[in-house]
């Protein structure tokens, strides 16, 4: 699953912790690299 919403990112991979509620896979890795730095 994409979208996790809840507290279920530990059974996710590090790169589909949830953000406020929903999962950072729905960006772009640019995104995600963006929200890294």
Do not use: H, Q, W, Y
Not at 10 to 25: A, F, H, M, Q, R
Request: hydrophobic share 40%; net charge negative; glycine share 14%.
């Amino acid at each position: 699953v994409l979208l996790s919403v809840g507290g279920d990112a530990d059974t996710e991979s590090p790169e589909k912790k949830n953000l406020g509620g929903v999962s950072i896979v729905d960006l772009s890795m640019d995104d995600f690299r963006g929200l890294l730095t």
